[in-house]
């Protein structure tokens, strides 16, 4: 079993939805958890870091994280075309040496 | 600022052969990690450095190997590539702040594709 099992899709939303993606993981020792954004040919870009339970507001981007169902989310309202990439969620513990586990990424694409 | 600069962007190398890539950090930060990507998958961690030293290793063989400089650029090396070896290989900088508040910034990755 992964550690952190992530949808890959792809998912494909009309321009304006609300997008809805999601990760559930098997080691209860994470506590920051992290959203990347990639886009084709790119590195990872940080778009959301919290720690422990609860929600975080960024913008069109809300990440929750659920730390008793071991469960990660992140919405995004108001959908744009550009917000057409592949998210990957990713996870550590709590010491700053702890390797940074990610998801396997879902792809996401935006119709105009 | 610059962010993380990484080369070369696209590397075509024969079963065998021994690559080295090369990564700079944004500057003000001292840590350095390198993760590989295969096609469809998400990063997995292959080194953390910081101060030169090596912080942490993930599960890859001793084909891999990395140092760390005094101006903290970083540079990976690999030996007897395999077509398993091709891949994306990300760097990314940190500050490794004691404080447990880390955030990793990646470059856009030397795409490596061996053959």
């Known amino acids: 079993q992964k550690e952190v099992e992530q949808d890959p899709g792809p998912l494909s939303v009309p321009e304006g939805a609300i997008v809805s993606l999601n990760c559930t993981y098997s080691?209860?020792?994470?506590?920051?958890f992290m959203w990347y954004r990639q886009y084709s040919r790119k590195g990872p870009e940080l778009l959301m870091y919290?720690?422990?339970?609860g929600n975080k507001e960024d913008g069109r981007f809300t990440a929750q994280v659920d730390k008793s169902s071991k469960y990660i989310s992140l919405f995004i309202r108001d959908s744009q075309p550009s917000d057409s990439a592949t998210y990957l969620c990713a996870m550590r513990g709590y010491s700053s040496a702890s390797k940074i586990i990610f998801g396997s990424g879902t792809r996401l694409s935006i119709r105009p | 600022d610059a962010g993380v600069t990484q080369s070369p962007t696209h590397l075509i190398k024969t079963r065998g052969q021994q690559v080295t890539l090369r990564c700079s950090p944004i500057s003000g930060h001292k840590s350095v990690s390198w993760y590989q990507q295969v096609l469809g998958q998400g990063p997995q961690f292959i080194f953390q450095?910081?101060?030169?030293?090596?912080?942490g290793r993930g599960n890859f063989p001793d084909r891999f190997s990395a140092r760390q400089f005094p101006n903290y650029s970083s540079e990976l090396n690999v030996n007897a590539l395999l077509l398993g070896d091709s891949a994306l290989y990300l760097c990314a900088s940190s500050l490794f702040n004691q404080d447990t508040n880390e955030k990793l910034f990646f470059g856009s990755g030397t795409q490596l594709s061996v053959l």
């Open positions: 450095y910081y101060e030169k030293e090596e912080r």
């Open positions: 919290t720690y422990s339970s």
């Open positions: 080691n209860s020792a994470f506590q920051y």
